[in-house]
């Protein structure tokens, strides 16, 4: 193994990442030319993160943070794992296909050792100005507390837990490499499901991690059951500081001896899992027997679709679990069910105790999932087309095709989360049946006018850019088109708000729900407009 080779290699591997990001054929400038950006954000966070740290809990007793700030030091060294892991995981998931990695490497004269050094490097430089601001952070409050020491120790373990997770991911992307190659031919649909759910737990879990709350809860969990799971590798750097604190200088010696050889142990599994699977196993095309090509409209054209709208519909239904990128829409529902059951608790709904609002809260925050997921699944129809936009627009389709089309992949997805919230009102929330008609009738309503709002926003604001991970939206697209929802759905609720501030809410629900459905009614009517305007306007310049 050659360092030199291996920084050199990790710089370039930096900058090809960051240069991909530009548009395609244009000539890189600025951060695009030399990416020193995250060198400078890590050189000026860490003291900056020191001195607002300290000067924030100037007025706060040490006593009051002390227990808190050494519960999370010792949970320190997971927590920088885990982060250079999930950054690179999800490069690895989300960056488009048209950006995945060439074979060009093989033909260097560079050893798997090397290589493995300089992409872990290359990882924990992207990740750098997080580690500096929680390292930052953290020596602000051991200036606040008194725990230089502890600081010391615990940064040093912290900067061997980015290095064990970053070990850990080459091999976690050699085996998938071979994986991917393997299942790519034999089981196509298997190897999608798994990315798929792979994905979503990648997604949940960073989301969750960032959470304040939450994360307060692991920090207090970790740091109390951790003492007896020795046996577990992963947390020797952590039992590490725990013999520290307790002035046990044999122990904390021993595993910190144990946390570099695990690092180096994951090091050379990586290079050996590198050197195995190099080069991708090549795959075999088979080909079945000539059949006649026949259309089908199935359940989606029972629902009165054209056979062209129903061919469109499904190609953006699989697309959620087809395409890398669009697997972050399908963790968004889900990422608000363990919210709410996090912070509810898992038996809410069965807790006899629980009052009739604490119910109804946790079922309308599971709701904001679904209406999330129909948002921006419209947002992205017409981005999420491409570099293949022009295909669409010369198939015999209409725009008012095209629209109903991107409606209903929005809302479909949907709606059986919708049906099984219903469901849970009815059993455990057990409103009148006027109130539940209402909450289908309202609810439905403001489903379609997310759908059609967000489309007409995404149909005005695409990005069709695809290197090296697509956005579909405009970033001024996303911002106008959050705003432009927002004030739509509280427009809808409105009178059914007013009816239950002024407390005539059940004398008043069927005025109110007639009131919110026609609003919903007239919104999405312009927005329908709007839509079919903004297609109109797409499809006139790629015909050009």
């Given at each position: 193994?050659?360092?030199?080779?291996?920084?050199?290699?990790?710089?370039?591997?930096?900058?090809?990442?960051?240069?991909?990001?530009?548009?395609?054929?244009?000539?890189?400038?600025?951060?695009?030319?030399?990416?020193?950006?995250?060198?400078?954000?890590?050189?000026?966070?860490?003291?900056?993160?020191?001195?607002?740290?300290?000067?924030?809990?100037?007025?706060?007793?040490?006593?009051?943070?002390?227990?808190?700030?050494?519960?999370?030091?010792?949970?320190?060294?997971?927590?920088?794992?885990?982060?250079?892991?999930?950054?690179?995981?999800?490069?690895?998931?989300?960056?488009?296909?048209?950006?995945?990695?060439?074979?060009?490497?093989?033909?260097?004269?560079?050893?798997?050792?090397?290589?493995?050094?300089?992409?872990?490097?290359?990882?924990?430089?992207?990740?750098?100005?997080?580690?500096?601001?929680?390292?930052?952070?953290?020596?602000?409050?051991?200036?606040?507390?008194?725990?230089?020491?502890?600081?010391?120790?615990?940064?040093?373990?912290?900067?061997?837990?980015?290095?064990?997770?970053?070990?850990?991911?080459?091999?976690?992307?050699?085996?998938?490499?071979?994986?991917?190659?393997?299942?790519?031919?034999?089981?196509?649909?298997?190897?999608?499901?798994?990315?798929?759910?792979?994905?979503?737990?990648?997604?949940?879990?960073?989301?969750?991690?960032?959470?304040?709350?939450?994360?307060?809860?692991?920090?207090?969990?970790?740091?109390?059951?951790?003492?007896?799971?020795?046996?577990?590798?992963?947390?020797?750097?952590?039992?590490?500081?725990?013999?520290?604190?307790?002035?046990?200088?044999?122990?904390?010696?021993?595993?910190?001896?144990?946390?570099?050889?695990?690092?180096?142990?994951?090091?050379?599994?990586?290079?050996?899992?590198?050197?195995?699977?190099?080069?991708?196993?090549?795959?075999?095309?088979?080909?079945?027997?000539?059949?006649?090509?026949?259309?089908?409209?199935?359940?989606?054209?029972?629902?009165?679709?054209?056979?062209?709208?129903?061919?469109?519909?499904?190609?953006?239904?699989?697309?959620?679990?087809?395409?890398?990128?669009?697997?972050?829409?399908?963790?968004?529902?889900?990422?608000?069910?363990?919210?709410?059951?996090?912070?509810?608790?898992?038996?809410?709904?069965?807790?006899?105790?629980?009052?009739?609002?604490?119910?109804?809260?946790?079922?309308?925050?599971?709701?904001?999932?679904?209406?999330?997921?129909?948002?921006?699944?419209?947002?992205?129809?017409?981005?999420?087309?491409?570099?293949?936009?022009?295909?669409?627009?010369?198939?015999?389709?209409?725009?008012?095709?095209?629209?109903?089309?991107?409606?209903?992949?929005?809302?479909?997805?949907?709606?059986?989360?919708?049906?099984?919230?219903?469901?849970?009102?009815?059993?455990?929330?057990?409103?009148?049946?006027?109130?539940?008609?209402?909450?289908?009738?309202?609810?439905?309503?403001?489903?379609?006018?997310?759908?059609?709002?967000?489309?007409?926003?995404?149909?005005?604001?695409?990005?069709?850019?695809?290197?090296?991970?697509?956005?579909?939206?405009?970033?001024?697209?996303?911002?106008?088109?959050?705003?432009?929802?927002?004030?739509?759905?509280?427009?809808?609720?409105?009178?059914?708000?007013?009816?239950?501030?002024?407390?005539?809410?059940?004398?008043?629900?069927?005025?109110?729900?007639?009131?919110?459905?026609?609003?919903?009614?007239?919104?999405?009517?312009?927005?329908y407009r709007a839509c079919l305007s903004a297609v109109r306007q797409l499809t006139m310049e790629a015909a050009v």
């Amino acid at each position: 193994m050659n360092p030199r080779i291996a920084v050199r290699l990790a710089s370039i591997l930096a900058l090809s990442s960051v240069r991909a990001q530009r548009a395609r054929g244009s000539t890189p400038t600025g951060f695009a030319k030399s990416p020193k950006l995250n060198m400078y954000l890590s050189l000026g966070g860490f003291p900056l993160a020191v001195i607002l740290t300290y000067g924030i809990v100037g007025d706060i007793g040490s006593l009051q943070i002390g227990l808190l700030y050494s519960q999370f030091m010792i949970f320190l060294p997971s927590l920088m794992a885990v982060l250079s892991m999930m950054y690179s995981l999800m490069f690895e998931f989300s960056q488009s296909s048209s950006a995945a990695s060439t074979d060009l490497i093989n033909w260097l004269p560079i050893g798997a050792e090397d290589f493995v050094l300089a992409s872990s490097l290359a990882s924990l430089y992207f990740i750098s100005p997080i580690v500096s601001i929680i390292l930052g952070v953290s020596l602000g409050l051991a200036a606040h507390t008194g725990f230089f020491t502890l600081w010391v120790f615990s940064a040093v373990l912290g900067l061997v837990g980015c290095f064990i997770g970053a070990f850990i991911l080459e091999v976690a992307r050699a085996l998938l490499n071979r994986a991917a190659s393997a299942l790519s031919g034999r089981a196509g649909r298997s190897a999608l499901i798994a990315r798929t759910l792979t994905s979503i737990v990648l997604i949940v879990v960073i989301t969750l991690l960032f959470n304040t709350g939450i994360l307060l809860r692991i920090v207090g969990w970790f740091a109390g059951s951790i003492a007896g799971a020795w046996f577990v590798p992963i947390i020797w750097p952590s039992l590490a500081i725990i013999n520290s604190l307790y002035g046990n200088v044999a122990g904390a010696v021993l595993y910190t001896v144990l946390s570099l050889a695990l690092t180096l142990t994951f090091f050379f599994a990586a290079v050996t899992a590198r050197v195995r699977y190099w080069v991708p196993t090549p795959f075999s095309v088979k080909l079945g027997p000539m059949r006649a090509y026949a259309p089908r409209r199935g359940l989606i054209g029972m629902l009165g679709f054209t056979t062209a709208e129903t061919a469109m519909i499904r190609k953006d239904l699989r697309s959620l679990v087809r395409r890398r990128e669009m697997v972050s829409m399908i963790a968004i529902p889900v990422m608000m069910v363990l919210m709410a059951v996090i912070q509810s608790g898992p038996n809410v709904l069965w807790d006899p105790a629980a009052s009739t609002g604490a119910k109804t809260s946790f079922i309308i925050q599971i709701g904001f999932g679904m209406l999330f997921l129909t948002f921006y699944l419209a947002l992205s129809g017409i981005g999420q087309e491409g570099g293949m936009m022009d295909a669409l627009v010369a198939a015999p389709l209409g725009s008012r095709q095209i629209v109903r089309a991107k409606i209903a992949a929005a809302v479909l997805p949907s709606i059986p989360g919708g049906l099984v919230l219903l469901s849970l009102v009815a059993v455990f929330v057990q409103p009148g049946w006027e109130v539940l008609l209402t909450a289908t009738a309202v609810g439905f309503s403001v489903l379609l006018e997310v759908a059609i709002v967000g489309l007409a926003v995404g149909a005005r604001y695409p990005d069709f850019s695809e290197i090296p991970r697509a956005r579909f939206i405009s970033r001024e697209g996303a911002l106008i088109g959050m705003l432009v929802e927002g004030v739509c759905s509280i427009a809808t609720l409105l009178p059914i708000i007013l009816m239950a501030y002024i407390g005539v809410i059940r004398s008043g629900l069927p005025v109110a729900a007639v009131l919110s459905i026609a609003i919903a009614t007239v919104i999405c009517y312009m927005g329908y407009r709007a839509c079919l305007s903004a297609v109109r306007q797409l499809t006139m310049e790629a015909a050009v």
